[in-house]
């Protein structure tokens, strides 16, 4: 059922970019909530998981674990130089023709096949909403790049349905390849790097003055209190 909502939802994105091509206004509001609520996932669940529930298991390594997140960062910065920072849709669709390479479709494909790994080997589903949280914006302004480059609608499609089966497929491999399910604290943490550095680039860009305006600012704290209450 997880592999059908983590395609449903990017699937999902896509038809509202494809129908709905009024989204700008809020586009950045909900672009904020999910940054914000993916990185309140990672502070509530994901890092306590790994440092709570993983630290009673035989061999554990705090400083490892640490290594690994901070990997992750590492690995989600060399992945922007060929992406441009689609992950946290921040490029705009006025340079969709120069941006939207194949360097950048492959570099957000593997963005979301390797946030897909841990999934299964966490022991709630809270990591899960905030993967969907975020599928849902990249999604729609992934779609809305590729409208505005001026290919075909079913090439659209195809890169859109093979955007929405990486997560999934990185969830299996996760689950499944003997080497990182013995491993998983040692991913989740890699995830959780991957995600950090996501997250907290979408809340903190502010404007040319540093200042976060109202309204991003009440999406942010909803997203927090959202993420605190329900997962």
């Known amino acids: ?25 809020w586009l950045p509001l909900l672009i904020s909530f999910s940054g914000a609520y993916l990185f309140a996932i990672i502070v509530f669940h994901l890092l306590p998981e790994i440092y709570g529930h993983a630290a009673l298991a035989e061999g554990f390594s705090p400083k490892k674990a640490g290594l690994f997140l901070l990997a992750g960062l590492v690995f989600q910065l060399i992945l922007e130089y060929f992406s441009h920072g689609i992950e946290h849709a921040h490029s705009q669709e006025e340079n969709t023709a120069a941006t939207l390479t194949v360097g950048a479709v492959l570099g957000l494909f593997l963005h979301a ?19 969907l949280v975020h599928k849902f914006p990249i999604a729609l302004v992934l779609t809305s790049f590729l409208i505005h480059s001026g ?30 399910r013995r491993n998983h604290v040692y991913v989740s943490a890699f995830a959780a790097g ?4 996501i997250s907290t680039v979408i809340i903190f860009e502010s404007d040319m003055q540093h200042r976060l305006p109202l309204k991003k600012m009440a999406v ?4 927090f209190l959202l993420a605190y209450f329900t997962a």
């Not at 449903?8 to 038809?15: C, D, M, N, P, T």
């Not at 096949?113 to 993967?131: C, D, K, N, R």
């Not at 290919?151 to 969830?171: A, N």
């Not at 991957?194 to 550095?197: D, N, R």
């Open 194 to 197: 991957i995600l950090t550095h």
């Open 113 to 131: 096949f390797s946030e897909g790994l841990p999934v299964h080997q966490l022991h709630s589903h809270a990591y899960l909403y905030g993967i």
């Open 151 to 180: 290919i075909k609608t079913r090439y659209v499609w195809l890169v859109l349905i093979l955007f929405s089966l990486m997560t999934p497929l990185g969830t299996f491999v996760g689950e499944n390849l003997e080497i990182l």
């Open 1 to 25: 059922m997880d592999y059908l909502i983590l395609i449903a939802v990017v699937l999902a994105g896509g038809i509202t970019a494809l129908f709905v091509q009024k989204h700008r206004k």
């Open 220 to 223: 942010i704290l909803a997203g």
